[in-house]
């Protein structure tokens, strides 16, 4: 069983930055494939950004691409999304997930065995 915590969403400003936080359980984080994905009211769940095991492969969804990052530490059992230029349109709620079998990132939800309870994030503009 994996645990998904996620931190760090709140109201920003448009053009303004976010870091959300993912804390993991489970002693064999490290070899996960890690993704955030964001629901909007009204719309269906997608994918933002993910991260291999070593953070050797990324991949971000195009309209995120330049503007987020995503990285992990496997020390901490944490991987991490830095959102800046903020735009209204990013308005949602973040949700991290985890692959325990996947070896590269995937962008569909039925890739994710767990997935975290959520963290809104509001851009105002």
């Known amino acids: 069983q994996v645990q998904l915590v996620e931190s760090g969403g709140g109201l920003e400003q448009t053009g303004g930055s976010l870091k959300l936080s993912c804390a993991a359980s489970?002693?064999?984080?490290?070899?996960?494939?890690m993704g955030w994905f964001r629901q909007a009211p009204g719309k269906e769940r997608e994918f933002v950004a993910g991260?291999?095991?070593?953070?050797?492969?990324?991949k971000y969804a195009s309209a995120v691409n330049d503007r987020f990052v995503i990285s992990r530490d496997n020390a901490k059992n944490t991987v991490y999304l830095q959102m800046n230029g903020l735009k209204p349109e990013d308005t949602a709620v973040y949700y991290c997930?985890?692959?325990?079998?996947?070896?590269?990132?995937?962008?569909?939800?039925?890739?994710?065995?767990?997935w975290g309870q959520g963290t809104q994030v509001t851009v105002s503009s």
């Open positions: 997930a985890a692959s325990t079998w996947a070896t590269v990132v995937l962008i569909n939800t039925g890739s994710y065995n767990y």
């Open positions: 489970g002693r064999t984080f490290s070899s996960y494939v």
């Open positions: 991260i291999n095991w070593n953070g050797g492969q990324t």
